[in-house]
């Protein structure tokens, strides 16, 4: 019971910082989260937070590249001279 309250708190704090999901949604989130964590295996959850973090690397280097594309000034297109 105690672990249910704690998830929701924490899925609902997780909720307010996610634009996407709601105080509701991000409580009940919590509660599966907990349920989940109880019934996987350690390795399970190992590859579980191995993933994740190899997913946020990933993520954080696109938004760097995509930044760095954004900051960088275009260059102007080669014309080539007419032959009139």
Known sequence: ?????????????????????????????????TTLVRRMSIPAMLVLGAG????????????AAKAEAATQPKAKPKVKPSAT
């Open 52 to 63: 994740g973090y190899a997913f946020k690397k990933l993520a954080d280097k696109g938004a």
């Open 1 to 33: 019971m105690i672990g249910k309250i704690i998830g929701a708190f924490v899925g609902d704090r997780v909720a307010r910082q996610t634009g996407s999901v709601g105080g509701a949604t991000g409580a009940a989130l919590g509660v599966a989260a």
